[in-house]
């Protein structure tokens, strides 16, 4: 992989940031007494972080009024999100939101649809080990997300132009993220795009991967998600009592049918029946890969042509996370079956490759 080592570097010294602090593990310090984990107030990070007195740049905070375990992470929190980020976008010249690792790159991913056109950095970061534990990785995360926050050319112009997630020394596009692991501080992967900036000695980026927004075009913020998206995902022995409830759910609007391989399923008359019922009454089925990688190909295989032969579209390479997401926000707004699935079929915010 090539990296160009970012040179020319612009320390602004008015630079801002404004932290938005949602919660999950790294909000979380051990109790003296007790060692049960406890949330702190976002107001004290400095005490915990002492490494931040030492950044040559203005960082505020913003505090979800009870921060969340990351489980708990809704629509109804991403448009809160948003409506902190829209409120305050002019006064800061980025944006690091401290979430929990468990839904992060859902969050990223819904982010990344309802902040269109931003030309400012809009990260997510976290830890697996509490700030307040000696060993912890958020401070790490937390101080280089920062850092990447204010990065801009000698023309002021920010490097990072997309909502990202950064985690354990690389920026990936969010959209693109997968949470990979439950324990090791590498947690997260971008496997089907490349990560578009490594921090080592110097924060490389690859500039010419990071989104550029539109010119002259203010960004525009979304606050409009439908929930009535599901995500099923195949296994060998999936009864047809299960599956036909599921897809019958009153007001289900779409599927993340989550395949096998290369986009395969079941060729059985009753399974293939159940999904070409569910098209045919409007629900808008896609095809994803449950494989970490790679991308759905549904003329490879007999079993995948037959579900392009009853209108289940491909997703190709989308993230299931970016999948349901992406769906909640086409339905969220009001957009017809036929333009759902004319906006599935192509990339939005970088979220696949066609
Ligand atoms: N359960 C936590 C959360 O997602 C885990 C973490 O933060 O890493 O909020």
């Known amino acids: 992989m090539q990296f ?33 984990l406890k949330a702190y107030d976002i107001k004290h990070i400095k005490e915990y972080v002492p490494e931040l007195q030492r950044l040559k740049f203005n960082i505020d905070s913003y505090q979800f009024d009870l921060p969340i375990d990351s489980s708990n992470m ?9 409506w902190v980020i829209e409120d305050n976008y002019d006064k800061y ?14 969050s990223a991913s819904a982010l990344s649809f309802m902040l269109e056109n931003i030309d400012k950095p809009v990260i997510l970061t976290g830890s697996q080990l509490p700030i307040g534990k000696i060993r912890t990785d958020g401070k790490e995360n937390l101080i280089t ?4 926050a204010v990065d801009k050319d000698p023309y002021g112009k920010a490097f990072v132009t997309e909502v990202c997630i950064f985690f354990q020394n690389l920026l990936m596009r969010g959209n693109r993220t997968t949470k990979v692991n439950a324990n090791n501080f590498k947690a997260f992967n971008s496997l089907n795009f490349p990560v ?11 500039h010419e991967l990071i989104h550029k927004p539109l010119p002259n075009r203010r960004p525009k913020f979304h606050y409009l998600l439908d929930p009535n998206v599901a995500i099923i995902k195949l296994f060998p022995g999936i009864s047809p009592q299960i599956l036909s409830s599921m897809v019958a759910t009153p007001g289900l609007k779409g599927i993340v049918l989550e395949t096998y391989g290369a986009g395969n399923a079941p060729g059985e008359k009753w399974f293939l029946d159940i999904i070409e019922t569910a098209v045919n009454s409007g629900i808008v089925v896609l095809n994803v890969t449950q494989c970490a990688s790679g991308s759905v190909n549904m003329t490879r295989y007999e079993t995948g042509r037959s579900l392009y032969n009853i209108g289940v579209i491909s997703g190709y390479d989308i993230t299931t996370e970016a999948a349901v997401t992406k769906l909640m926000f086409l339905f969220g707004h009001g957009l017809e079956r036929k333009e759902v699935k004319r906006f599935m079929k192509v990339s939005v915010a970088g979220e696949t490759t066609i």
């Open 145 to 148: 997300a920062l850092e990447i």
């Open 74 to 82: 809704n629509p109804e929190q991403w448009k809160k999100i948003v």
């Open 196 to 206: 578009l900036a490594e921090a080592g000695t110097n924060i490389c980026y690859r």
């Open 93 to 106: 010249d980025g944006f690091v939101i401290l979430h929990g690792t468990d839904t992060m790159a859902y």
């Open 4 to 36: 160009k080592v970012n040179f020319v570097t612009m320390l602004d010294l008015n630079a801002s940031v404004l932290v938005i602090y949602t919660g999950g593990t790294i909000g979380m310090i051990e109790d003296a007494d007790t060692g049960a």
